[in-house]
């Protein structure tokens, strides 16, 4: 079983939608990330989490929101999905240096 | 803020070539780490490097953490097909905010 997973793999919602990206892991890490991938640019971090308790912006957290319901959990939301933030989106987990990736949620925004 | 410079952006070889990719800071780093990242799957931990001038290989791949602690290199030797997909480096910058930094990947493709 994969020790990050990723829910839903892929989304197509419509411009204004909510849409709510899951992550789970089994790694025991309190240490949890999200990322976006666009083409060319790199992974580019939207929040981080390093325990329950805590919740931090990245560097493109603008018309996003994330909560961290356990150790093992960290959700990310758009609350008006729009056009631009239609890309690949990963959360990560770590204990140290070394982060691990899920699989990744290809979403869509018409 | 840091910012990391990987080049090239993207590489066309032939199979059995060996293959050079490089990223490089204005400023410190304490760890590089190097990830490959399958089509449509997430990046997956390579080579870690913790030390100014260590060199560590796994396999056909082969890192090093620059002396200036301000770049770090990839080798991939006699490549193979399976070697297609993007190469990340990404590192934690001298502030330890426990934030990595990402280069923006350099593509390889390999031609049987």
């Known amino acids: 079983d994969a020790d990050v997973t990723q829910t839903p793999r892929n989304r197509i919602t419509k411009t204004g939608k909510r849409i709510m990206l899951e992550c789970s892991q089994t790694?025991?890490?309190?240490?949890m990330y999200w990322y976006r991938q666009d083409p060319g640019l790199g992974l580019r971090l939207i929040y981080y989490?390093?325990?329950?308790?805590?919740?931090n912006k990245g560097e493109i957290s603008d018309g996003y929101s994330v909560s961290r319901q356990a150790q093992a959990k960290f959700s990310l939301s758009l609350e008006s999905a729009i056009p631009n933030q239609t890309a690949l989106y990963f959360c990560?987990?770590?204990?140290?240096?070394?982060?691990?990736f899920g699989p990744g949620t290809r979403l869509t925004v018409l | 803020g840091q910012q990391l410079n990987q080049s090239p952006q993207s590489m066309f070889i032939q199979e059995g070539e060996d293959v050079s990719m490089n990223c490089t800071s204005s400023?410190?780093?304490?760890?590089w780490l190097w990830y490959k990242q399958d089509p449509g799957e997430g990046p997956v931990l390579l080579i870690a490097?913790?030390?100014?001038?260590e060199l560590t290989s796994n396999g056909r791949l082969t890192a090093q953490f620059g002396i200036t602690r301000k770049d770090s290199f990839l080798n991939i030797s006699a490549s193979i097909p399976s070697d297609v997909g993007i190469y990340f480096c990404?590192?934690?910058?001298?502030?330890?905010?426990?934030?990595?930094?990402f280069g923006q990947g350099t593509t390889l493709q390999v031609k049987p």
């Open positions: 990404a590192g934690h910058g001298s502030s330890n905010t426990g934030k990595l930094i």
């Open positions: 490097l913790y030390k100014a001038g």
């Open positions: 989490s390093f325990d329950v308790k805590d919740i």
């Open positions: 400023s410190i780093f304490n760890t």
């Open positions: 790694k025991g890490h309190d240490r």
């Open positions: 990560a987990t770590s204990v140290s240096d070394t982060q691990y």
